[in-house]
């Protein structure tokens, strides 16, 4: 069992920035890729960012590259999404996951390969 628990979320200004944070805590922390999902009132969770279990390869779709970054850091069983030039769109509440994964790769963007989730942290942007 892996347990994560996210921080960070809050309210900011469009173009402003946030830091998410997640802590895991359980299991090898480095035997999980791990991601980031979002998701809106009425809407289907979406995928954010991935990253592998070293932290050497990342994954974002286009709605967000060039825009957030995702790291962890595997001494603190941490994982991070910085977000930047945050638009009115991207608020919803944020999810971290993890997925295990026998190799160093960032895996499958889909909900279902990730087998635990954190509570959530809503993330609120004003235009």
């Known amino acids: 069992q892996v347990q994560l628990v996210e921080s960070g979320g809050g309210l900011v200004q469009a173009g402003g920035s946030l830091r998410l944070s997640c802590a895991a805590s359980?299991?090898?922390?480095?035997?999980?890729?791990m991601g980031w999902f979002r998701q809106a009132p009425g809407k289907e969770r979406e995928f954010v960012a991935a990253?592998?279990?070293?932290?050497?390869?990342?994954d974002y779709p286009d709605s967000v590259k060039g825009r957030f970054t995702i790291s962890r850091d595997n001494a603190k069983n941490t994982v991070y999404l910085q977000m930047n030039s945050l638009k009115p769109e991207d608020a919803a509440v944020y999810y971290c996951a993890a997925s295990f994964r026998m190799d160093d790769k960032y895996g499958s963007r889909s909900v279902r390969s990730f087998g635990y989730w954190g509570q959530g942290t809503q993330v609120t942007v004003s235009s």
């Open positions: 359980g299991r090898t922390f480095t035997n999980y890729a």
């Open positions: 990253i592998s279990r070293s932290g050497g390869s990342t």
